[in-house]
């Protein structure tokens, strides 16, 4: 997919929470499933998730904060994170940040 960076990622939908994630390419056989797609945070409200499945993150563009309510981390581009299946992130941001994600999941389960 040329420039998917650019493309338009859909909205979460939670109020008052500028959160955007739209699966990209994935595999929905089989008992491992791989969901991998982006993911878009704007400055607003922080964004609470539990993670039903393990994710791993690469920020692409700006910045994003990501607290598990004992550890806090900066990340910027180029980062990488992980996020094991049971997991609760909160993110947030100062500005905004953009971030390629593959997760354990089918396709649009997220």
Not at 56 to 73: C, F, H, N, P, R
Not at 81 to 104: D, E, R, V, Y
Request: aromatic share 8%.
């Amino acid at each position: 997919m040329k420039n998917a960076q650019a493309m338009d990622i859909k909205s979460m939908s939670m109020p008052g929470i500028e959160a955007f994630l739209q699966d990209v390419v994935g595999s929905d056989g089989g008992p491992a499933p791989l969901a991998c797609g982006l993911f878009r945070l704007e400055k607003s409200e922080p964004l609470k998730y539990e993670y039903t499945y393990d994710e791993a993150k690469i920020i692409l563009d700006g910045e994003m904060t990501v607290s598990d309510g004992t550890t806090t981390v900066e990340a910027h581009r180029g980062d990488v994170l992980f996020f094991p299946k049971g997991s609760t992130i909160t993110f947030t941001t100062a500005s905004s940040g953009l971030g390629f994600i593959c997760g354990q999941r089918q396709r649009d389960a997220a």
